[in-house]
């Protein structure tokens, strides 16, 4: 698909997992930067002045939030985004298979991550962004 | 059994009638008094003949008296021509009934005896699918509502209507559906028809709310009927009484609810902070973070466990206060 540039972003109202996510996401050499919101309606905020063609945005999405909640975000950017471009990663403390089942059902939504989120859990994401988008990060 | 009225000439009759129809026994009454007392010892006749042909009597006590009899067999009576017409009228079985008796054959007798039997035995027929009917519409498990379809006044109700909501069969004929249905009532519907899909409604199901004698609501699932009466339109409702089981519906939901709400907080709120503590743990492990964090990622394993403990100690307190409740 030949993206010009790939943004990642964090969405998570912890801010103690957001770090953890940086860090792995770091260590694991996944992106070197991304950016941080503690609810989805600044996330959204954001998206809808940038989510453009040409580039792939990557959100790693908590689904318990204030403001504006994780399935709140997924109603939202379908208004601005497309997932062509836009890939989610649902990454929550939740086991239970109704929040997974009902996050895939999400156009946007490329996995879904049960916290704690562990190194082998971001190789297999890559390989689905890759079978996905057809980038390697 | 033949009447006489003292008028028959019962040889020649008796003689004529049997050279077409040899099995038929005879007993004769000479009159309406004779003939009544004869039905009342318990003699049962197929046919009962009666000879009117003289003129000298009053036609309403004769027409009272022949009803009578004709509720107890098929009728033939021979009139005068006089009054043929008039007698034809107050017989059940009509002019099949009634023979003029100056220009009657005992072939014309026997065919009228054959046709007032035939009409007899599909009155009779009738008058048992009636009763079957009746039985069946009384002792029907489910409640049965019949309805004028143009006023929702209800028409008709079997005993089990009676005995579920409470109200006298007679105090139900002046009610109409609108009285007893608060939910018909507030969707401002008077009628069956109008609420089950119009005037086309040909056999529909829903759930209303009536309420009964004492005051209680209760769910009845109708299934409605339009159907003719006598060529008249009538609405047919038959009401189950579903209240205990949409009682247990919504005792389930409300359990579904709490299991659901359960997984919520297991999932969002319990599980937050462990998943945050392992994750710390992790890291921590796996060399990754450096000296100058070591402090604040114990201070947040720390807070993390004193996180789980508080949500351990409101879950037990939540659980022993319901327990109390």
Known sequence: ?137 | MVVRNGLMDLDFFTEGLNKSVSSIQFTVAEDFDEAQSLISAGKEFDTIVIDLSDAKFKFNEISLQINILSQQASTVVLASERHYRRISEALPSGEAGCLIQKTATPGELRKAILCAEKISRLNHAVSASELRFKKLFNSYPAMIFICDPDTGKFLDVNESAVSQLGYSRKEFLAMQLKDLSTSLREKGSLFGHRVFGGENAESLTQIEKFSTKNGEILDLQIVFMPFKAGGKDVDMLLATNVSSKIKQGRIIEIQNQRFDNIAWTQSHIVRAPVARLMALINIFRNGMIDDSERRAILDHIYESAEEIDELVRGIALASNNAKKN
């Open chain 1, 1 to 137: 698909m030949g993206f010009m540039r790939t943004r990642v972003l964090l969405v998570d109202d912890d801010p103690v997992y957001a770090m953890i996510m940086r860090k792995l996401l770091r260590v694991h050499n996944f992106h070197a930067h991304c950016e941080s919101f503690n609810n989805g309606l600044s996330a959204v905020e954001y998206l809808e002045e940038r989510c453009m063609g040409g580039e792939l945005t990557l959100i790693f999405l908590d689904l318990n939030m204030p403001i504006l909640d994780g399935w709140e975000f997924l109603e939202r950017i379908e208004n601005f985004a497309s997932p062509e471009n836009a890939g989610v990663i649902v990454v929550s403390s939740s086991v239970n298979d109704n929040d997974v089942k009902y996050a895939k059902d999400s156009r946007f939504v490329v996995d879904f991550l049960s916290k704690p989120v562990l190194g082998e859990h971001l190789e297999g994401l890559m390989l689905k962004i890759n079978d996905r988008f057809g980038i390697s990060l």
